[in-house]
């Protein structure tokens, strides 16, 4: 089993030493110390007013963000949690991802998702009726630019001809694509694109607000494993060969003070059971000095009791 953490701001407004410099490189190389195999930052470029008192979140751009960490760490898998697919064009997308895997010696994984948010759409000028059609037609432009020379693409949103865009990345064919969401259509993705799958834990409400379907046992999170194994044998892919991310809800979070090493550790066995590759942890963000310590606390008493991992990231990729 893997672990990965996102840059811990989760609130409105957010802790300023998280911002600097030093806050970034810090969390960075404590999370690399510490055992973690990814880490990441969320990606919001316009979110409302109205969502950030609601409980969202402010944000950095993850691409500049994930650039300077791969700048202060030498193994840390850069992962974004997600990138918004349809909020840019793909070409530019598959620029700064072939950049990001150069710099950091082929560290970097895209993970993307279709985006909910209706009014940061809105903001943006993208089509939030259209954001489905715009993702699937990038996620065959950025995989094409990657591994083509004199590409010409003419599609329903994008069209170029003779693109050649080097370099290319270092990893090969190309950086692992991960696809975010819960429904069958993002399996479906996963099958035809993408090399992971990032669903999430959401409750019917929750669910509801992100435009998702409900996910909120090892259970149901169990049964879109198999009904994504499936889908892959059928395709005449190794239905085990794609990294599956989720979060852990046994023990509490490394932040707290009740944190139960013993109870995540057997969460997430139970996760890993079902096929789970790699677990988002929460890092506290109330604070530079409680993130720290959160990691240094998980390093010791999960990753470091915790077993071999499993596969290794980018298997299968297709």
């Known amino acids: 089993m893997k672990f990965a953490i996102t840059h811990p701001m989760h609130s409105h407004p957010y802790n300023p030493e998280l911002v600097t410099a030093a806050g970034i490189a810090k969390v960075a190389a404590a999370a690399e110390a510490a055992g973690f195999a990814g880490f990441g930052f969320t990606d919001h470029p316009a979110p409302t007013q109205r969502w950030l008192e609601s409980g969202g979140h402010d944000s950095l751009d993850p691409f500049v963000a994930m650039g300077f960490a791969a700048a ?77 020379d004199d590409l010409t693409v003419d599609g329903e949103h994008f069209t170029a001809k003779g693109i050649t865009a080097h370099p290319r990345p270092i990893s090969t064919p190309h950086p692992p694509i991960w696809i975010g969401g819960n429904t069958a259509a993002a399996r479906a993705r996963v099958v035809t694109h993408g090399q992971g799958w990032c669903p999430f834990r959401a409750p019917a409400v929750l669910a509801q607000t992100a435009r998702t379907a409900a ?28 990294d599956i991310t989720f979060t852990n809800d046994a023990g509490g979070n490394p932040g707290d003070d009740d944190f139960d090493a013993d109870a995540f550790l057997a969460g997430t066995a139970a996760l890993e059971d079902v096929g789970v590759t790699w677990v988002q942890v929460l890092v506290p963000g109330d604070s530079l000095a409680h993130a720290l310590e959160a990691i240094e606390r998980f390093g010791t008493e999960v990753i470091g009791r915790s077993s071999a991992p499993v596969r290794p990231s980018g298997a299968g990729i297709a």
């Open 72 to 148: 202060h760490t030498t193994t840390l898998r850069l992962i974004p949690n997600v990138v918004v697919l349809p909020y840019r064009n793909p070409f530019v997308v598959a620029k700064a991802g072939a950049t990001l895997d150069l710099v950091s010696g082929g560290r970097f994984t895209l993970a993307v998702g279709v985006g909910y948010l209706k009014r940061e759409f809105a903001a943006l000028g993208v089509d939030f009726d259209d954001r489905a059609k715009l993702f699937e037609e990038s996620l065959g432009v950025i995989r094409a630019i990657w591994t083509t």
């Open 215 to 242: 996910l909120d046992s090892v259970e149901m999170l169990a049964a879109g494993i198999g009904d994504l194994r499936r889908r892959l044998e059928e395709a005449g892919r190794d239905p085990f060969g794609v």
